[in-house]
């Protein structure tokens, strides 16, 4: 079968989807054929997490909202972490910007590479993946698309399977006993929009990681009364203001009054479950199907990519993630170089191999730090394989790891720092107001030049 003849199709138009276009359009402009691509988002516009929804529970047409993202959101590690190899933050402003900047504005910078390429063709909009199954004989996949608009089912075949649908999206959402009674506010991070209805509460976080971490700095600075974040196994142990703290795990709820292990017991006005996350993949027979909790190397994914039990199907963006967009595109160029036959996969046992050696290095990671590290080599070793730039991954890592200790060091402040990019060289600005005092995220209020205009004034 000829490259064109072949009929690839992506579930998900998020970050990781939409690298999966890119690297093929990447291979387009060098005059080299590409295979037929189809894209299938089931919400109304592409981003992924990054198009943010005001909606929570089901979507318009019915749908489970997929968004986890919220108001007043902030990159929550360095954009110089993150920057594309082949399109980098001076290419899209034109001006040094700030190391943090708010959702928005990297929302616009995804889809600033991928709209100079007419990239809204490739994609079908409100169509969510119901059902797949792979005929071994016709080594093909059958998937089922629901168009939600139309409410009409539509089946197509395809020779690859992109999963690109992301994790941080169907919430675990443990059970304590005599929440039922509690007559507060119950809900978890994938729900939350904001910290506007906790101004002056007291609120309860239960987990101990990102979510915890910066919905209850949001709150904090939005004017929650005390926010205390509950943790199971450990503390984050960052050096809280005053009216945040870390409690050992809640146990249970007697009379609306929330219990912990270690016998002290407190009232609140809202519990918001930072618990994570589950992958699910409701589309998928369980053969298919990924396994796994939020880690940084999901068992039976060969070069954390591939379906090791069905080479065709391969999944971009599964990991736990330190790196995000760079890492994804360095999976899509992988995988797209797969599917055109430039990298030649070895056999199951070959593979199963290299998966149990990066699951022992997992096995040993002891602190953040690590897991920077294992990520760091993850990617450098996926990257030999294609031709996506090569960045000075190292120095990344590095950044990676200031990032960590400037969290310990201050978490209220820690946005204010800039760093250099690694690709252009070009330093961060710092953005025009404390992030800790700047209560827009608006795109238009943060590229405004307030200084110049204070300047001129007086
Ligand atoms: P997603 O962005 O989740 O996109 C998956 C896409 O698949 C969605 O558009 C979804 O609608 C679609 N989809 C799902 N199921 C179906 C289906 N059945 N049929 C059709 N389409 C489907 N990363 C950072 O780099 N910096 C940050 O500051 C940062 N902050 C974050 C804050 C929060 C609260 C969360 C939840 C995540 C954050 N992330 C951050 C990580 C973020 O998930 C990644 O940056 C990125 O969005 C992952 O891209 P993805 O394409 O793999 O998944
Ligand atoms: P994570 O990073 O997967 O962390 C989940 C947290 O929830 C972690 O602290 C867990 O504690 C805790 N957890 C899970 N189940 C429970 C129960 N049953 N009881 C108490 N605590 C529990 O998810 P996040 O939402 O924080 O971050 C996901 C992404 O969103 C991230 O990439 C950010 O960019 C935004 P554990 O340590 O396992 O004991």
Redesign the pocket.
Known sequence: MSIEELNIGIIGAGPSGLAQIRSFLAEREKGNPIPNIKVFEKQADLGGMWNYTWRTGLGKYGEPIHG?MYKYLWS??PKECLEFGDYTFMDHFGKPISSYPPREVLFDYIKGRIEQDEVREFITFNTSARWVDFDPYAQKFRVVFDDLVNEETFTEYFDYLVVATGH?SVP?M?Y?EGIEDFTGTVMH?HDFRGADPFIGKNILL?????????IGVQCHKHGAKSITM?????PMGLDWPENMKEVP??SHFEDGVAHFIDGHKEEFDAVI?????QHKFPFLPSELRLMT??CMYPDNLYKGVIYNDLDRLIYLGMQ??YY?FNMFDVQAWFARDVILGKIELPLKEERDKDIAHWLEKQDAIEDAFDDVDFQTEYIKDLIQYSDYPSLKWDEIGELFKEWLRDKEEDILRYRDKNFRSVITGVKAEPHHTKWLDEENDTMERYLADIKTKKLVKS
Not at 273 to 277: A, E, F, L, S, V
């Open positions: 986890s929550n590690g941080f675990n443990p304590f991070a239960v987990g101990s990681s990102y979510s915890a971490e910066d509950s943790y199971r196994t450990n795990l809640l479950m930072c618990t994570g996350y909790n939020n736990d993630q995000t």
